[in-house]
């Protein structure tokens, strides 16, 4: 009978002088040299530590998405009472709600068309020459009516409501 032998440049792999027992384990316990196994620690570490960042970032990014939802929210509630409370405003400072309130409040009556007085204001100067004139001058009739004027012009009530009136007429024209 003939043997042949085997040749292990078929395979294509080389072959391993066999060690003893005690060679073997020194070097499979060994593994990486320790150069190798703190970059590869360091560079595990370095990965952990950038995934928390990552997701610490995230979890900012969600919360602020969250507090501007919100925020977008008691916008809308906020307009929605603004609006509400333009719409009272027109509706109280209408003339007809003024003359209801007057006359069945506060029990004022119409003007008869004979009795109505109209008010105009005096310019700066002509106000000036009447404080002049009526500390100067006595008995002058044109200086009695001009004086009766400026009283009248100077009444708190009728100047405070029509300051109110010109405030809401400019805030509708803005608003």
Not at 28 to 55: E, I, N, Y
Not at 152 to 174: C, H, P, Y
Request: hydrophobic share 40%; aromatic share 6%.
């Amino acid at each position: 009978m003939i043997v042949a032998r085997e040749k292990s440049e078929y395979y294509g792999l080389p072959e391993v002088p066999k060690q003893g027992r005690g060679a073997r384990r020194h070097s499979a316990a060994r593994g990486l040299p320790r150069k190798d196994q703190l970059a590869l620690t360091v560079f595990v570490l370095l990965s952990f530590c950038c995934c928390v960042v990552v997701a610490f970032y995230f979890a900012q990014v969600l919360i602020t998405g969250y507090r501007i939802n919100i925020a977008e929210r008691e916008l809308t509630r906020l307009r929605i009472e603004s609006n509400d409370l333009y719409a009272q405003v027109n509706q109280l400072t209408s003339l007809e709600n003024i003359e209801a309130i007057a006359v069945h409040k506060l029990g004022m009556v119409k003007p008869q068309n004979d009795r109505v007085v109209v008010v105009q204001e005096t310019s700066p100067i002509e106000k000036q020459t009447v404080a002049v004139n009526d500390g100067n001058t006595v008995g002058a009739g044109s200086n009695d009516a001009i004086s009766v004027q400026k009283q009248r012009g100077q009444n708190w009530l009728i100047r405070t409501f029509a300051d109110m009136v010109s405030m809401w007429e400019a805030s509708i024209k803005t608003g």
